[in-house]
C-alpha cells in the first residue's frame, strides 16, 4: 500500500499483465490516472472519523467526476496533486497538496453549513524540497466542485506554454489571485436547501467531535 492511498503489486511478469488488467477492470480499479491530477488522495472523514467535520469520500468522488467530465486532459497531468482532509488534521495531505481542500463549517444564521477550506500553491518543488500550500478561502462544500473548476480553468486559461501550475501560482501572486478568483463563492446569502446537506448525506448538517482515527 502507498502513501497515495495507492497499491503496487511488485514482479508481475509481462505475459500477466493483461490478465491483472482485466481482473482489475471488473472490480473498477484500472481507471488511467494514478497518482495524477486525477487521482485525489482523501482521507476517511465523517464517514469513521470522529473527528471529520465535513464528508471527505463524497467530495472527493464529485470533485473527480469534475475531472473525468470536464477536464480529460487532466486526467494524466503529472504536475497537480488534489488532496483532502475532513478535517483541519491533514490525514488527507491537504497541507502539502497543489490544490488542497480541508472539511469545515460555516454559520448561516443560526444554522451551519458544511464547508471546504481551499488551499493552494504547496507540493513537491521537484529538487528534494516541498513546500506548504497556502490557506485561501473558506466556501460551501457543496461549491468546492465550482472552486477546482474555477482554478483549473484560470490555470488553463493563463498559464504560458508549459508553465507549471505551482510556478503560475507564484508568478500572478497566488494568493491574492485566486482568493478574488474565488471570492463569489463565499457569499452565504444565496444558498439553497441542497448546501445545508453534506456530500453523500442526505440529512442536514451539523457538527458533532468525538475521538478521531488519528489520535
Known sequence: VTINQGMMLKYVPKAALP?????????NLAEPGFDRTFDITSCPGTDTCNLGISSSTGATEALEK?????????IRNNDIKIKLSGCMNACGQHTIANIGFHGSSLKAGAATVPAL???IGGGNSGNGEG????????????RGTSALRMIL?????????????????????????FYNLLKPL??????????????????????????????
Not at 170 to 177: F, I, L, P, Q, S
Not at 190 to 214: K, Y
Request: with cysteine; hydrophobic share 35%; aromatic share 12%.
Open 153 to 177: 480553468s484560470d490555470y488553463e486559461n493563463n498559464a504560458l506554454e508549459g508553465e507549471y501550475f505551482n510556478s503560475y501560482y507564484d508568478r500572478v501572486n497566488g494568493k491574492d489571485h
Open 131 to 142: 513546500r506548504m500550500a497556502d490557506k485561501i478561502i473558506k466556501v460551501p462544500s457543496k
Open 186 to 215: 463565499k457569499d452565504l446569502d444565496n444558498l439553497t436547501p441542497d448546501e445545508f446537506i453534506d456530500w453523500g448525506h442526505s440529512e442536514q448538517f451539523e457538527t458533532a467531535i468525538g475521538v478521531g482515527e488519528c489520535a
Open 117 to 119: 477550506q481551499v488551499l
Open 66 to 74: 469534475v475531472i473525468r467530465n470536464e477536464f480529460p486532459e487532466m
Open 19 to 27: 490478465n491483472i488488467y482485466t481482473e482489475l477492470s471488473a472490480i
